[in-house]
């Protein structure tokens, strides 16, 4: 699990460097994602063990927000002064794209199978 | 408060075990809750937890940095977590390489959408500017969300709270949008909620299935490159249009 975490802290270490020595508008850990995949394609997939931790990390990833989540405790303030546009925006939209994305998706994927039909 | 409690205070306000201590167990008490309600989409986890400890915080009177100083352990754990997301992503190459074309044409409607209809809505309901570039970025993951608004001239720590409202209301409603709309494929449905609500939809889609999680993590991670690339000369550009 030791050698599994710290092969994941390479591959964002490495992620990071490059963003900010290229001046790359991405963060370092998605570079990281992306050399990690790359490096599993050329490796023909990851061993048992980084396989195993990846999944108990990926398990528990809504933890992982909730820090940052309880800064909404700062904008107080401008939630309540802005609180209409905001959450009507937020919710039409999200759930606008959502229903946008999978649509499309689902049409350009199943149109030999025949619309609307389960798979 | 009797003196010793009170040192005892003094002594764990200052220290990160609290802040860490605390947001663990809050996070324990969400996921019992969330179990007990048979996953029930309403009790988010991340909804549920973030509650707790903004009443403990407020109660006890205790600043966000102060919570902050413990819980960034948890948050530094956000980024080996996204590495990770490579070898779920890997498991899928095979179906992935099959639809690429389709999956790059959804990304690029679906990441205009998210940004420019909550821009739009909230332009017509009034809100201020901050706030409307604090909002562009809000379905892409918090790191890149923050740096694309400072871009735009919001307020990166409003787009924090932005994007975690974004992700857990996509994570409570994509059901029923998919029910409604009658989407079964889980890769479909995967990738569309990847793009409209990041990581907290890629968690929600794991609980589903492997292949729902994986192509969300592929939605969310290209829906991060892209508007990354995209937004900073996208909403000038708009607004120039508009005046």
């Known amino acids: 699990m030791i050698g599994a975490l710290t092969l994941l802290l390479v591959f964002q270490l490495v992620g990071e460097v490059l963003v900010r020595a290229l001046d790359l508008p991405i963060p370092g850990p998605v570079v990281g994602m992306g050399l990690l995949f790359v490096t599993l394609i050329v490796r023909r997939g990851p061993g048992e063990q980084l396989r195993g931790t990846a999944n108990g ?20 303030q401008r939630l309540a002064d802005e609180w209409l546009p905001l959450s009507v925006a937020l919710v039409f939209s999200t759930l606008l794209s959502i229903a946008v994305a999978a649509l499309l998706l689902q049409r350009l994927t199943h149109r030999t199978h025949g619309r609307g039909e389960s798979r | 408060m009797t003196p010793v409690l009170g040192e005892i205070w003094v002594y764990l306000s200052a220290t990160p075990l609290l802040g860490l201590t605390l947001t663990l167990l809050a996070y324990q008490a969400a996921l019992w809750l969330y179990r007990r309600a048979n996953h029930h989409p309403l009790l988010n986890p991340v909804m549920l937890a973030v509650i707790m400890l903004v009443l403990v915080l407020s109660v006890t ?16 754990l956000l980024g080996p977590a996204t590495v990770a997301l490579a070898i779920p992503l890997y498991a899928q190459w095979g179906r992935l390489r099959s639809m690429l074309v389709p999956l790059l044409a959804t990304l690029v ?21 901050e706030s409307m570039m604090s909002l562009a970025p809000k379905s892409v993951t918090t ?14 720590s409003l787009t924090a709270v932005l994007v975690i409202c974004t992700g ?5 409603c994509a059901r029923y949008v998919y029910r409604m709309l009658r989407i079964d494929d889980h890769a479909v449905r995967g990738f569309a909620i990847g793009i409209a609500s990041h990581g907290i939809g890629t968690a929600r889609a794991f609980q589903v299935s492997e292949q729902a999680g994986a192509f969300a993590a592929l ?20 607004e120039r249009l508009t005046g």
């Not at chain 1, 989540?69 to 107080?76: E, I, Q, Y």
Request: hydrophobic content about 55%; charged content about 5%.
């Open chain 1, 57 to 76: 990390v990926l398990q528990h990833l809504s933890l992982l927000f909730v820090p940052a989540g309880t800064g909404v405790m700062l904008h107080f």
């Open chain 2, 143 to 156: 790191p890149i969300a923050m740096g694309v608004a400072e871009r735009l001239g919001g307020l990166p």
């Open chain 2, 109 to 129: 409607a679906g990441s205009l959408t998210a940004a420019l209809s909550a821009v739009g809505i909230a332009a017509l309901l009034g809100a201020s500017r």
């Open chain 2, 219 to 238: 939605g969310m991670g290209l829906n991060g490159l892209l508007t990354a690339a995209s937004l900073p000369w996208v909403l000038p550009w708009l």
């Open chain 2, 61 to 76: 009177d205790t600043s966000y940095e102060t919570y902050f100083d413990g819980a960034q352990f948890v948050h530094f």
């Open chain 2, 168 to 172: 857990i209301l996509g994570a409570i």
